[in-house]
């Protein structure tokens, strides 16, 4: 995966990128939506006066891939984010979430007529020792860490009771999916969209900031940003290395497959008797 040109300097474009990125937060953890539409808005319309007349058809624009970011958090944000197994809640997931990926591929893809966003699934290239191990890795450290953090700080008690079979069926495919959709809209959509116009480094904690926050509404709480915060960074310096979308979903719904487990463990002690806390 190459780099495109960056038509607009980082100095310029820092701005309206953090005015977009910050949105997060006020949307999923301060929860104040007015102020998540200002600084959407705000971001674009910077990038819009920066890039006014000095952007070719043919040059990737501030402007509109940052409107492509917002647009995705918008259809995220008009939805409450507490997790919730009932079907009403689940449809409401998939339409949301599903839509906030689709959507703006398709405004990219037909409207915009470029290819900022794609999902490259494979690379043909076999996984090394050292993404096996790390695959590995993220099993131990996450049976080591996750335990401690769900269920000393309490978080755990932002998911609902899974106390029957049908319920512990249910949070299996929705942790799962929507794990697989964090690598769609962070990775591939927010991050993909701020590498053509920033450093790595830069684009990568920028779409950190949209990851966490996220994260903090969906129930990753109190110390949680502790855990949250180096995993986004992780996914994307992962995804630099290995340009595979299938590799670090497998990273993460391995993660995913461990909280999973807690989850149960916490809320029916003794089920799964395999955790140190």
């Known amino acids: ?58 040059d990737p624009s501030l402007t509109r891939d940052l409107s492509l970011i917002a647009v995705g958090m918008l259809i995220v944000s008009i939805i409450p984010l507490a997790a919730e197994l009932d079907n009403l809640a689940m449809l409401r997931f998939t339409l949301a979430l599903g839509g906030a990926v689709v959507v703006p591929y ?31 890795a993220v099993l131990v450290l996450g049976w080591l860490i996750l335990p401690f953090y769900f269920i000393t700080s309490g978080v755990y008690q932002n998911w609902p009771v899974v106390d029957s079979p049908e319920l512990i069926a249910r949070l299996f495919v929705g942790v799962g999916a929507v ?15 701020l590498r053509r116009h920033f450093p790595d480094v830069v684009a990568n904690l920028l779409q950190a900031i949209v990851f966490v926050s996220f994260l903090w509404e969906l129930g990753y709480r109190e110390w949680g940003p502790l855990l949250t915060i180096p995993f986004a960074l ?12 299938a590799y670090v979903v497998t990273v993460h719904l391995l993660f995913d497959a461990v909280v999973f487990a807690v989850l149960v463990h916490a809320h029916n002690p003794g089920l799964l008797p395999i955790f140190l806390v």
């Open 1 to 58: 995966m190459t780099e495109a040109v960056r038509p607009t300097s980082l100095r310029a474009g820092i701005a309206p990128a953090l005015l977009v990125c910050a949105a997060a937060p006020t949307f999923f953890v301060v929860q104040i939506p007015w102020l998540g539409w200002l600084l959407l808005a705000l971001g674009v319309g910077v990038a819009w006066l920066i890039e006014r007349g000095r952007v070719t058809a043919s």
């Open 106 to 136: 398709l405004i990219s893809r037909f409207v915009y007529r470029d290819r900022a966003i794609s999902f490259p699934w494979r690379t043909h290239k076999r996984w090394g020792k050292l993404q096996w191990g790390w695959l590995v």
């Open 179 to 193: 794990g697989i959709w964090d690598e769609l809209f962070f990775i591939c959509t927010v991050f993909a969209l």
């Open 234 to 245: 992780l996914q994307g310096f992962i995804f630099l290395r290995t340009h595979s979308l």
